[in-house]
């Protein structure tokens, strides 16, 4: 069993930088995917970014695409840089990891994930 603590969220003005970040602790190796979801109110949970264990290789929405960034170090704490924020980027960001490594075809689903952090908040105005 993995556990997440996030950290870094807060508020920042429409056009601003924020960096989330996930510390994993509980397993070994790397060969595991990790993601970030996140829900505005009276939304579903939406799929944000995510990045394999191992090869690294990255997925985003389409929605963030361009203006965010995740990353892993070795020591498996996850990264989201997020610029160029706007107001619909507000929202709950988790922070998520999967037992196994994730493909294509379900690194964006929700019951891909088997251990989730605790949230944190997102909040872009201006």
């Known amino acids: 069993q993995v556990q997440l603590v996030e950290s870094g969220g807060g508020w920042v003005r429409t056009g601003g930088s924020l960096r989330l970040a996930c510390a994993a602790s509980?397993?070994?190796?790397?060969?595991?995917?990790m993601a970030w979801f996140r829900q505005a109110p009276e939304k579903e949970r939406e799929f944000v970014a995510a990045?394999?264990?191992?090869?690294?290789?990255t997925y985003y929405a389409d929605s963030v695409k361009g203006r965010f960034t995740i990353s892993r170090d070795n020591a498996n704490t996850l990264y989201l840089q997020m610029n160029s924020l706007k107001p619909e980027d507000t929202a709950v960001y988790y922070c998520?990891?999967?037992?196994?490594?994730?493909?294509?075809?379900?690194?964006?689903?929700?019951?891909?994930?088997?251990?989730w952090g605790q949230g944190t908040q997102v909040t872009v105005s201006s």
């Open positions: 998520a990891a999967s037992s196994g490594n994730p493909i294509l075809s379900t690194v964006r689903k929700i019951e891909t994930y088997d251990e």
């Open positions: 509980g397993r070994s190796g790397s060969m595991f995917g």
């Open positions: 990045i394999r264990g191992g090869d690294r290789r």
